[in-house]
């Protein structure tokens, strides 16, 4: 899990703490559960493909030259 630093007022700070202890979860449970619902929202636009697949960029190994290699498409399509 990554770790996410950020600023907030006073105020904030105190509703979040209190909120916290009256749910019996941590800080960080209530501000992922408040992030998951933000972004679950129907105004939210979901992101490019791109975006959305971040996570599989670099993870298949194998050739890098399909692309202008004309032998990796040797037997193609029979």
Sequence with gaps: ???LT???SELLESKLKSFARKKG???SEIV???LTHYFSSD???PGSFLDLS???IGS???SKDLSWNKKHLQGYGK
């Design 60 to 62: 298949i190994e194998g």
């Design 32 to 34: 992922r559960l408040a």
């Design 6 to 8: 950020l600023k907030i």
């Design 54 to 56: 971040q996570d599989l």
């Design 25 to 27: 979860k941590n800080r």
């Design 43 to 45: 105004d939210i636009e």
């Design 1 to 3: 899990m990554k770790t």
